[in-house]
């Protein structure tokens, strides 16, 4: 009898392990929390004399993707780039809510 007891479980186990379909929930909120430290910029998209949109990287510590944003720049922004990489990091970052972080000195010779 008990073999049987055992048995029955094991098939319980199976149907539950294998169940066909989603089970619905109400909504449920999970957070995670990741640290951003980089980002990394590449062009996805330019019109000429009008804007451009990067393709932004957000990356950890380790250089590990942590997320990807698209920052559009146009309008004023736009005009006031000429050719300034500088002036792309600084405007992407303030788009994004970042802080450059200072750079650090050179150490001396």
């Given at each position: 009898m008990r073999a049987m007891v055992g048995f029955n479980?094991?098939?319980?186990?199976i149907e539950i392990m294998n169940y066909p379909s989603n089970v619905p929930i109400e909504p449920s909120v999970?957070?995670?929390?990741?640290?951003?430290?980089?980002f990394k910029l590449s062009?996805?998209?330019l019109q000429l004399f009008t804007s451009?949109?990067?393709?932004?990287?957000?990356l950890n510590d380790n250089g590990s993707l942590i997320d990807l944003k698209y920052v559009v720049i146009d309008g004023d922004d736009y005009k006031?780039?000429?050719?300034?990489?500088?002036?792309?990091?600084n405007k992407v970052a303030e788009k994004l809510g970042f802080v450059i972080k200072p750079s650090?000195?050179?150490?001396?010779?």
């Open positions: 479980f094991y098939i319980l186990y999970i957070t995670e929390v990741k640290t951003i430290t980089n062009t996805q998209d451009v949109t990067f393709r932004c990287e957000l006031n780039w000429n050719n300034d990489d500088q002036y792309i990091i650090d000195p050179a150490p001396s010779a």
